[in-house]
Structure formats: structure tokens, C-alpha cells
């Protein structure tokens, strides 16, 4: 038995998604979009609106408000918060498979790396799901995924 990690638009070669983004998800971009008007951003405004929505409906998100705002919603959060918020909130306006991207890259970057998050992302994945992981790593960040963990990663973690 296998879990889909990815969700279906995802996992189509075809990325629009057929039946439309939904009045809904437009509201959450326009909510969204409000609450980071100006000074500052009403933070429980954005968490109502993105933390609610499962992988489909964040996928569809993150592309909805990059066409409306002509801005991707992962860059809005980088620039409104700090942190480790900030790292939540980025993770949570990208697509799941951008997402782990993002989360591998921080992961690795600097001295030493943080296997614990490696090791969350990569153990357990179906050569479909590895290969998809990489393509969009090298996509994203133009660097070979599998170079850098053999990099990073030593004794018994060098074997996956």
C-alpha cells in the first residue's frame, strides 16, 4: 500500500487545472492580498486563508495569486514575516512539491545540514515521487539534488 504525497494536479503533466480555480479561491487571494496591504500584515487574516486548505486547494492558490497580483504568494510571506513563522507561512504558499524543495535547500545550506529534515523528506519515497523531487530541485535551484545530499550527508544517512 502506497500514500500519494502529491496531490493530482500535481502529479499530471498538465499543470491548469480543468475545472477552474473556484469563486473560492479567489476570495482567499483577495483576502490575503488585503490583510498584507500596507504597514505591516494582519498575520491571522493569512493563516485563516492558508492554513485551512489542503495540498489541492494551496497548489491552486499559489498560482491563482500570482496571476491576479502578478506577485508569487511565496515571496508575499518571505517579505511580510519573520522567523520561523516566516519559514511556515513560505512553506505553506507553495506547492507541496516546491515546498520540499525549499525545505531541502534550507536544510542544507551553510555548514553541516539538518539531517532530521533530509531524512523527513526523503525515506519513504517511491522512485516516482524521488525522480519528481529532483526534477523540481534542479528546476527551482539549478543544482543536482542528488550531488548535493552525496555532499552533505555522511555515514549510515549516505546510503539513501
Sequence with gaps: MTIDLYPELV???DLSP???FGADIDEDC???HEATKGWGANAQKVIDALASKDANERWKLSHRYKELFDKPLDELMKKEFKGD???GMTCLAM???EAECYMLKKATDG???HIHVVYS???GRT???MNKLKKNYFKIYTKDMSKLLASELHGDMERY
Design 95 to 97: 506547492p507541496l512539491d
Design 127 to 129: 522512485n516516482e515521487e
Design 111 to 113: 555548514i553541516g545540514s
Design 11 to 13: 502529479r499530471r503533466e
Design 85 to 87: 513563522f516566516k519559514f
Design 18 to 20: 480543468d475545472e477552474g
Design 121 to 123: 523528506i526523503i525515506c
Design 30 to 32: 483577495q483576502t490575503i
